[in-house]
Structure formats: structure tokens, C-alpha cells
């Protein structure tokens, strides 16, 4: 086993906020509102999950991104997703698309699906100043690409981006090197794991709920999000009776001025009256 490792405690818990985004999809975000403006180098994520068709199917149409990076990670259901750079492409149960704004894309993300449940995560990692004018990309994977790690007594971990026991999640040579775990664990039982403590870390409960005894109501219930604490190098959960889904999302802060409007995350308000007069003038998309 482990020589001795440090917990990280929990630095806050918070409940996301229920909002529509893209022409009328119904969401919770966690990050990117009033509470949470942002959490270096995290600006976005959200929880989109209906079974009704009316809070999903009008999708997320054509739309321009810079500056960011974009992760979609389905649970249910499919995305279709098209661009301007000529990727096209369906995310599917258990997939995952890591997609790279850079100096600019146009893309729709539309629900492929017209009945069913729908459900998945989107998360925006910011870039550094000096990617942000980079050249756009993206990395799709399916779910047989993710490897799952069966960790101990009723614990699974699905490891989509960094490293975790020996196993390398398929999503690599982002900026950043973040990690994006999707971890199971069975009613009351615990799991810890090492996670260094220099990087920002948020957790999200999708489904059941954690004990958490620094606080009040001693749980996170989903769904809730989590803060750990910076400083120590590990990340101790133990789930309620009824069990937990959480993802685990850790990233290294990017101490940068952050100047935000809509899709478009750039350092200066310069640079961001620059991006909306390129989008009318016909050079926002630099295809070369
Ligand atoms: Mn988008």
C-alpha cells in the first residue's frame, strides 16, 4: 500500500443553479454562476439530464467558441456534433470529445435522439494566454476507449483524462494535463486515492450521496458539488447508504486575468471586443 498520504479536506459544497442555455436545453451548472464564478482553471460545467424530450431537443445550434477548451462526457443518449473546421461526429453513452477552441470554432451539438433520457456533462477548461490563438482541435473517443479500473472493494473508476493506478485515461496532450475521473462506490464504503496537491480539484455527486463530516448536513447529496482544499495529496470519499457517482476533476490553476462573454474566455476586454468585431466582420475563423 501507500506510504501515508495527506487527505484534502473540503473546502466548500454548493448546490448548482437550474438554467437554460443553447435555444432551450434545461441544465444544472455548478460552475460559471453568481456562486462560482470560476475555479482556475475550471469556467464552466454543466449537468444536462431529462427524460423529457422538450428540455433537451432543441439542442445547442450553431455557436462560436475561443479561447477554451470543451469537454462533453455522455452518460445517456447521443450528441451530434459538427464544425467549421470539418469535424463531425456522435458522442455517445460513455463517450467523451475533448475539443480545443483555440483561436476559434463555430459548432452545433445537437441531441441525435428524439425520445429517451438524455444525459451528460459539459466542462470548459480554460487555455493559457499563449494557446488561446492556437490552432483548434479535437480528440473523440467512445466508451471502450475509457478504461475502468475496478479499485478495491466496490469501487470502479473510470478514467477518461490522466493517470490513475497505472491506467492512462485515452483523452492526452491537452493543456493543462488535467484529470477526469468518473467513480462508483458502493453504499457505505470508502475510497481514497492520490491526487497531488498542487491542482485545483472539484467534485461532482450525480447520484447518491457522499458523507461528508466537516459540514453542517454531513453529506453531499446529489446534485452537489464539491471544493477540495489545496495542500495534502489525497482524495479520501466514502459513500451514503444508497452509494455515489461522482466525478472527479483536478486541473492546474492558470493564474491568469480572466475577460469572459458568452462562449468567447480571453485575458483583456480588448481582446473580447476584438473576437465580437472579427464574428462580423467575416475573420473570425482563421483558415489557414
Ligand atoms: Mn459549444
Redesign the pocket.
Given at each position: 500500500m501507500h506510504k501515508a498520504l495527506k487527505h484534502r479536506g473540503i473546502k466548500r459544497l454548493w448546490a448548482p443553479m437550474v438554467t437554460t442555455d443553447g435555444a432551450g436545453v434545461t441544465l444544472r451548472r455548478s460552475i460559471g454562476t453568481g456562486t462560482v464564478s470560476h475555479l482556475d482553471p475550471f469556467l464552466l460545467f454543466d449537468h444536462f439530464g431529462s427524460s423529457n424530450p422538450e428540455e433537451y431537443i432543441a439542442g445547442?445550434p450553431m455557436?462560436p467558441?475561443r479561447g477554451i477548451q470543451?469537454v462533453t462526457y455522455m452518460l445517456k443518449g447521443k450528441i451530434r456534433h459538427r464544425d467549421s473546421v470539418g469535424n463531425s461526429g456522435v458522442i455517445e453513452a460513455g463517450g467523451v470529445q475533448w475539443m480545443t477552441a483555440g483561436s476559434g470554432i463555430l459548432?452545433e451539438?445537437m441531441p441525435e435522439m428524439t425520445e429517451g433520457r438524455l444525459e451528460g456533462f459539459?466542462l470548459w477548461v480554460n487555455l493559457r494566454s499563449n494557446e488561446k490563438m492556437s490552432e483548434p482541435g479535437y480528440q473523440e473517443f467512445s466508451a471502450v476507449d475509457v478504461p475502468l479500473e475496478r479499485a478495491g472493494d466496490g469501487v470502479k473508476v473510470k478514467v477518461i483524462a490522466g493517470k490513475f493506478d497505472g491506467l492512462e485515461g485515452p483523452v492526452r496532450g491537452v493543456s493543462g494535463a488535467p484529470a477526469y475521473f468518473d467513480i462508483s462506490i458502493k453504499g457505505n464504503k470508502a475510497f481514497e486515492f492520490e491526487l497531488r496537491g498542487d491542482r485545483a480539484v472539484f467534485g461532482y455527486v450525480y447520484r447518491g450521496g457522499l458523507k461528508i463530516e466537516s459540514f453542517d448536513d454531513n453529506e453531499a447529496q446529489a446534485p452537489e458539488a464539491l471544493e477540495f482544499k489545496s495542500g495534502g495529496d489525497a482524495i479520501s470519499l466514502r459513500a451514503t447508504e444508497d452509494g455515489a457517482s461522482v466525478l472527479v476533476i483536478a486541473g492546474s490553476p492558470i493564474r491568469e486575468p480572466i475577460a469572459r462573454y458568452g462562449?468567447f474566455v480571453m485575458n483583456t476586454e480588448e481582446e473580447i471586443k476584438a473576437t465580437l468585431e472579427e464574428l462580423r466582420n467575416g475573420t473570425f475563423i482563421k483558415d489557414d
Open positions: 445547442f455557436h467558441h470543451t459548432h451539438e459539459q462562449p
